[in-house]
């Protein structure tokens, strides 16, 4: 009787000391159960991250909330520009007086500081436009890619052209009346669809070579045909040189806009790309950017 005792105790512990054997052969014991990111806090009112190669959503706060834009519209009219049939970047197109007086007239606008009478090439003007946040530069390409035989026309022209990609990229909450981001009054988008946006125009090699560079200097053409070296643009993007990885693409800002950023990064193969809408200053947005940035990359 003790001797049968004895064999079930030997083999149960046998028993115990295969399957202890097993698990710790598989890790078992020994992995730490998962710990899932916290979604960070962002000043902004509003906020999306996506992965850029599927389309994952990896954090919104009031994603489709409706809200003004500022400078982040010059996105769409880049991408409209590039969008063009047979564009050829190498154009020039002639400064006119109504550019530099447009820049007066809104309170000194953020500018490129185009000369008047200067020949400045597509290229340039996307650089100016993308970079220092010309809307001088806006103005010059609006009036040189929209229709009709008066400025006034083919500014509303280009504006058409505008608010016609974001219908074809199902932008439903996205609507533009400026070709700049310096509204009246139905000038709107929403974190989500920005993003769209910009994923979309992220897909033309020149949109991603502009808005990844950090300062570059245009040489433009005078009237009386001599060569003037441009004062060098320095991009506004506060991600570029201080957040690995960092791709672009725009900062936006305005009174009723606060201060707006749309980026992107690519870590370990892994792209993001967002949007922060109506955060609370020009450090706010990029704090915003990162954080929120960090939480993706983690999922």
Do not use: H
């Not at 290229?123 to 929209?146: T, V």
């Not at 560079?213 to 040489?219: G, I, L």
């Not at 201080?242 to 305005?254: H, I, N």
């Amino acid at each position: 009787m003790k001797t049968g005792i004895m064999g079930a105790r030997v083999r149960r512990a046998a028993a115990v000391v295969i399957t202890t054997g097993a698990m710790l052969a598989t890790g078992a014991l020994t992995a730490a159960p998962a710990t899932a990111a916290t979604a960070p806090t962002i000043a902004a009112k509003g906020g999306y991250v996506m992965n850029n190669g599927t389309a994952k959503t990896l954090y919104t706060k009031a994603a489709d909330t409706r809200r003004s834009t500022g400078s982040t519209t010059k996105i769409m009219t880049a991408k409209v520009v590039l969008s063009q049939p047979n564009l050829n970047l190498n154009a020039k197109v002639t400064i006119q007086k109504a550019y530099s007086d447009y820049i007066v007239q809104n309170n000194w606008a953020s500018n490129a500081k185009l000369i008047v009478g200067d020949k400045v090439t597509v290229r340039q003007l996307l650089y100016g436009l993308m970079l220092p946040s010309g809307c001088d530069a806006a103005y010059a390409l609006a009036d040189k890619f929209g229709s009709g035989s008066t400025r006034a026309a083919r500014v509303k022209s280009f504006i058409g052209k505008m608010n016609k990609q974001a219908r074809d990229l199902g932008l439903r909450n996205t609507k533009f009346d400026s070709f700049d981001g310096i509204g009246r009054g139905s000038n709107y988008s929403t974190p989500r669809d920005l993003t769209k946006l910009a994923s979309s125009a992220m897909k033309n090699s020149t949109f991603r070579s502009i808005v990844k560079t950090k300062n570059y200097t245009a040489k433009t053409t005078t009237r009386t045909g001599g060569t003037r070296t441009m004062a060098p643009w320095k991009n506004t993007n506060p991600l570029l040189g201080t957040y690995t990885g960092a791709l672009g693409v725009k900062t936006g800002s305005g009174p009723e806009a606060k201060y707006c950023l749309v980026f992107a990064a690519t870590r370990n193969g892994k792209t993001v790309i967002g949007t922060v809408l109506a955060s609370t200053s020009s450090t706010s947005r990029a704090s915003d950017a990162k954080k929120m940035m960090d939480y993706a990359f983690r999922r």
